[in-house]
């Protein structure tokens, strides 16, 4: 094996049939970290989070929940995380604070349900913006999940990226859908202006490992 800058862990490794097969382990390793960071993530729970994602009984919501919570096993005690579950209205389910006192709420975002309607993206991204403005942490960065499909109200996004960019706030995508669905060119440029990254895909069983990768 051998690979680059985005390659092992920021390649997606993490988690993928590959790594078992590797003699290195691909986890974020704690005691290497130098600085905090401050997450916030934002998911889709409209409508289509409802439905089963194969065979395995779980929803699509299920499991962009079980990403959620990987992000939060792998940050440490001094990171921050929020999350907000977005229909047609922002809901916080855990505030933003540090992994020490945040670790116990993993339990109530595994819990969170598809609530029906669509995803009113701007609200969302806006509810993040001011989450992650009071983290103390200098790096801060969003997680914006969305069906590629059926996302909402562009709003005022434009300025709301420029705004956070200019404050050093990053921000990702990760699209449920292909890149040729009709509201993926609106995803692929929210992450093109945040400066972060985009991931597209099918299936929702990726999901935990994109959120990880995006992690790293």
């Given at each position: 094996f051998?690979?680059?800058?985005?390659?092992?862990?920021?390649?997606?490794?993490?988690?993928?049939?590959?790594?078992?097969?590797?003699?290195?382990?691909?986890?974020?390793?704690?005691?290497?970290?130098?600085?905090?960071?401050?997450?916030?993530?934002?998911?889709?729970?409209?409508?289509?989070?409802?439905?089963?994602?194969?065979?395995?009984?779980?929803?699509?919501?299920?499991?962009?929940?079980?990403?959620?919570?990987?992000?939060?096993?792998?940050?440490?005690?001094?990171?921050?995380?929020?999350?907000?579950?977005?229909?047609?209205?922002?809901?916080?389910?855990?505030?933003?604070?540090?992994?020490?006192?945040?670790?116990n709420?993993?339990?109530?975002?595994?819990?969170?349900?598809?609530?029906?309607?669509?995803?009113?993206?701007?609200?969302?991204?806006?509810?993040?913006?001011?989450?992650?403005?009071?983290?103390?942490?200098?790096?801060?960065?969003?997680?914006?999940?969305?069906?590629a499909?059926?996302?909402?109200?562009?709003?005022?996004?434009?300025?709301?990226?420029?705004?956070?960019?200019?404050?050093?706030?990053?921000?990702?995508?990760i699209?449920?859908?292909?890149?040729?669905?009709?509201?993926?060119?609106?995803?692929?440029?929210?992450?093109?202006?945040?400066?972060?990254?985009?991931?597209?895909?099918?299936?929702?069983?990726?999901?935990?490992?994109?959120?990880?990768?995006?992690?790293?």
């Amino acid at each position: 094996f051998t690979g680059g800058r985005n390659a092992f862990g920021p390649g997606g490794y993490y988690k993928s049939p590959l790594e078992p097969v590797m003699p290195v382990t691909m986890e974020l390793r704690k005691e290497h970290r130098k600085l905090a960071i401050a997450i916030a993530v934002v998911l889709d729970r409209s409508g289509s989070m409802a439905m089963q994602a194969g065979t395995s009984g779980r929803t699509k919501m299920d499991l962009a929940n079980i990403a959620t919570a990987s992000v939060m096993d792998m940050l440490s005690p001094f990171d921050h995380l929020g999350v907000i579950a977005v229909d047609s209205s922002p809901h916080t389910i855990v505030e933003i604070n540090s992994m020490e006192k945040n670790i116990n709420y993993r339990s109530k975002v595994l819990q969170i349900d598809s609530m029906g309607g669509g995803i009113f993206v701007y609200t969302g991204l806006l509810h993040a913006a001011k989450m992650i403005a009071d983290a103390q942490p200098v790096t801060k960065h969003i997680i914006l999940f969305a069906d590629a499909a059926d996302s909402e109200e562009p709003g005022q996004y434009i300025e709301l990226l420029d705004n956070l960019s200019k404050a050093g706030v990053t921000v990702s995508v990760i699209g449920l859908g292909k890149p040729t669905d009709v509201d993926a060119p609106f995803l692929r440029d929210i992450a093109s202006r945040g400066s972060g990254r985009i991931y597209f895909t099918e299936n929702a069983n990726d999901l935990p490992r994109l959120f990880a990768q995006d992690t790293f």
